[in-house]
Every structure is written in C-alpha cells, then in structure tokens.
Nanobody, 123 residues
Framework: QAQLVESGGGLVLAGGSLRLSCAVSGLYFSRRVMGWFRQAPGMEREFVAA???????TRYADSVKGRFTISRDNVKMVYLQMNSLKPEDTAVYYCAASTWTTPTSLAANYDRWGQGTQVTVSS
C-alpha cells in the first residue's frame, strides 16, 4: 500500500529556513512525478513545487520561486528546502505523487497524498 510520510515542519522566525522531507513507500517511486502542496486555514490547497522522474525538471509556484527548492533521490525521498520564509508561507504542507510524465501543478493530477506537516512562520 502506498504511503507518503512528511517530516521537518515546525515553527520558525521570518527569514529563517526549514527543510521538509517526504518518505515514499509502496509506489514505483522512480516513475512518479512528486509534488509539494500547501493549505493555509480557510484557504484552498495550492501548488508549491513539483519534480520530474529524473530530478532534472522542476516547476514552482511564482510565490516561492527563488526561495524554495525541490529535490529527490533515486530511492524514496523527496525534499523541499525553504529559505527566506515569510509569515504567508504558514500552512500545512503535503507531499503528493502523480502518474504524469512531467511536473504538474494541478492537485487533481496527483493520486497519492501524505498526511501533511505544519509549517508556521512568525513575524
């Protein structure tokens, strides 16, 4: 059974950094586009970043370009390095897996999701 488990969330001051991790099991990981999404209270879930099979192709939301970096290894891990964090980055962050062949920003294109990890940025 597929399982995605996020970790690394927490409380950080504005301008600080966090690194989120997602451990994937039960999937053909090397043939899955992986993505990160986030959802703030009262808001819809929004796309953050996605990475292709090889790790060479990536896609980012405009709001995080230049501050966040998505990466993956060849086994089972996906990462989201978040720098220069802002209070508006506060949200629950979700890892997701897609069967698409290129990084996609649409949540509907992802069929497996983790439980999420809370990120809180204080000003």
């Amino acid at each position: 059974q597929a399982q995605l488990v996020e970790s690394g969330g927490g409380l950080v001051l504005a301008g600080g950094s966090l690194r989120l991790s997602c451990a994937v099991s039960g999937l053909y990981f090397s043939r899955r586009v992986m993505g990160w999404f986030r959802q703030a209270p009262g808001m819809e879930r929004e796309f953050v970043a996605a990475i292709g099979w090889s790790g060479l192709t990536t896609r980012y939301a405009d709001s995080v370009k230049g501050r966040f970096t998505i990466s993956r290894d060849n086994v089972k891990m996906v990462y989201l390095q978040m720098n220069s964090l802002k209070p508006e980055d506060t949200a629950v962050y979700y890892c997701a897996a897609s069967t698409w062949t290129t990084p996609t920003s649409l949540a509907a294109n992802y069929d497996r999701w983790g439980q999420g990890t809370q990120v809180t940025v204080s000003s």
